[in-house]
């Protein structure tokens, strides 16, 4: 069974970075034909698709987020991550990470999400 | 963009009903679209992808239909557990993938 966990930091001051890393047990990340992908839920916009990216470091980010959003992948950790730089409060919410299983972008398997704060 | 408009907010029905709810899409999304479901403090849980075919483990009681830019899930007779934001999702034109503002469905 596929599973995924975030971690990082559950609080950010605003003007700075955030670092999220989702490891993936049950399955190589390499192991997939499917995108790797970063959701978040805010009070002010809801369910927000972040980005996503492919085993090779091959990425797609949303237009609203893009100038702010880093990915990478470390294969030989098992993991991904996500930079968001210059956070303000309208970034505080849960983040996931997810990954389909049946069709590209959309997403069966999820992490349990982590709450993320940005405060000063 | 894409922009998914759900209806209604929300819905409170009792035990055993049948609940009908409403994604709108802003543009021809053909057939892709998905269900989630959510339960507080718990992430989404796909119910239905390309608007009508349910998920692995899905109950039959969940079904989605529609086509282009108007899609409906239903739940046929509403169990307790049932009780959750229910939000859709296109795939047909990214980036950005976009999810509707979900609606509450409250069982009585």
């Known amino acids: 069974q596929l599973l995924l966990q975030e971690s990082g930091p559950g609080l950010v001051r605003p003007s700075e970075t955030l670092s999220l890393t989702c490891t993936v047990s049950g399955a190589s990340i390499s192991s997939t034909t499917y995108h790797w992908g970063w959701i978040r839920q805010t009070p002010g916009k809801g369910l927000e698709w972040i980005g996503s990216?492919?085993?090779?470091?091959?990425?797609y980010d949303s237009p609203s987020l893009k100038s702010r959003v880093t990915m990478s992948v470390d294969t030989s950790k098992n993991q991904f991550s996500l930079l968001l730089s210059s956070v303000t409060a309208a970034d505080t919410g849960v983040y996931y990470c997810?990954?389909?299983?049946?069709?590209?972008?959309?997403?069966?398997?999820w992490g349990r999400g982590i709450q993320v704060t940005v405060s000063s | 963009e894409v922009v998914l408009t759900q209806s209604p907010a929300t819905l409170s029905l009792s035990p055993g009903e049948r609940a009908t709810l409403s994604c709108r899409a802003s543009q021809n999304v053909y057939t892709f679209l998905a269900w989630y479901q959510q339960k507080p403090g718990q992430a989404p849980r796909l119910l239905i992808y390309d608007a009508s075919n349910r998920a692995t483990g899905i109950p039959a009681r969940f079904s989605g239909s529609g086509s282009g830019t108007d899609f409906t899930l239903t739940i046929s007779s509403l169990e307790p557990e049932d009780s959750a934001v229910y939000y859709c999702q296109q795939r047909k034109s990214w980036p950005p993938i976009t999810f509707g503002q979900g609606t509450r469905l409250e069982i009585k």
């Open positions: 990216i492919y085993f090779t470091g091959g990425t």
């Open positions: 997810a990954r389909p299983n049946v069709v590209e972008w959309v997403f069966d398997f």
